[in-house]
DNA sequence: CGTTGGCTTGAGAGGGCTCAAGGCCAGTGG
DNA sequence: CCACTGGCCTTGAGCCCTCTCAAGCCAACG
């Protein structure tokens, strides 16, 4: 199960790993199976690890006053579910993480994540992790302020196509900030077209 | 000019600067002044430097197909203006850069700056940089998609109130995702509350 | 076979947009 | 010193996109 992460920070990283290192790698981070629906951070709380997703899908999203919920990040196979700001500053997070599949993944706490911070490709890894972020996330705003929901449906499906397939219509509608039916709509025009 | 930066650096970052690398940024970073109105970057270029701005008011912004100018970011003293995915991958931006106000900044080129890789402190400082600016674009972004136009001026209002001294309603309704005619309504409305 | 979750469709309402006009103020040039 | 201009803000009317609420259908599942 490891051996995923093992691959994937090498991928993310220009610095090679070492035998030693990666033994301190594996005997951090710990396997955890997430059920479908189960929390993985609760509003409110801090977020105290990072889960690294082997299998399964996660789903990052605040709860407005009206109790709808606002998707704000997909997350599947080989990405990295959490708060990073919460996990980062140690503040209460305003958002819900949860499993939407049956997941399995691997977390680290903060503690242990500095513990590791010897480890060049680790820190090359998550500094660019924190890079395409920010990268995603300034896409996602332009979209959200300048786009009509029919261009950033379109754009998911350049984008993510998996997510179309992998989450229900309801969940995507959230994500790209508008309601179901709107997005059902929207669907049915683009097939006619 | 140059220490208005040094200071920011040392503000930004644990490990302290040395004489010798305090010199080294001195001597690399090139002051500019940026003309009101003038670009800094225009869509389709790449983003070769960063500024750091010592005076003045810069935006970032993308323009649609009808001409539509939607902001995306707003900078001020003691901040970076640049776009950080262009600059950091070498492709071609897709926002244009500008000068709102008379300006006074400090650029590095990307080639100059990885010629600095060896400062710890300026290498930490970029990391925070970069966490925080992901921090920020997750607020917004889920604002958004979650809240009503007054709420999100509301809470403009809070974050950044120099903003509304310093620009135009137009400027700072197109930041928020909505049109000044909107923007103006939702002021008076405001007031009479 | 009832329940639950997901998708669609319709009708009505509303928030925000578009287009247009008017007012205010500061800067500028005659 | 005054007229003119350009940038900015406001207000109105009509419209459109999206939301809300409601109902109905279907497939999966216990």
């Not at 889960?51 to 109790?67: E, L, N």
């Not at 896409?139 to 302020?145: F, G, Q, S, T, W």
Request: glycine share 4%; aromatic share 10%; charged share 25%.
């Amino acid at each position: 199960m490891h051996e995923v992460l093992i691959q994937y920070i090498r991928a993310h990283s220009a610095t090679p790993l070492t035998e030693n290192e990666t033994e301190q790698i594996k005997s951090v981070f710990v396997p955890k199976k997430l059920r479908k629906r189960q929390y993985f951070l609760q509003a409110g709380e801090v977020c105290r690890s990072m889960a690294f997703i082997v299998k399964g899908a996660i789903r990052q999203y605040s709860v407005d006053a009206r109790g709808n919920e606002h998707i704000l990040r997909l997350c599947i196979e080989e990405w990295w579910a959490g708060d990073r700001e919460s996990f980062t500053m140690l503040t209460p997070s305003i958002y819900n993480i949860d499993a939407w599949e049956e997941s399995d993944v691997l977390t680290i706490t903060k503690t242990e994540m500095d513990g590791l911070s010897s480890i060049t490709s680790l820190n090359e890894m998550a500094r660019t992790l924190d890079q395409n972020q920010s990268f995603a996330y300034q896409k996602r705003l332009n979209a959200a302020i300048s786009y009509t929901a029919e261009k950033r449906y379109a754009e998911l499906e350049q984008t993510y196509p998996e997510f179309l397939q992998r989450f229900p219509q309801h969940i995507i509608a959230s994500y790209l900030g508008i309601t179901k039916e709107t997005l059902s709509r929207i669907r049915n025009q683009a097939v006619k077209k």
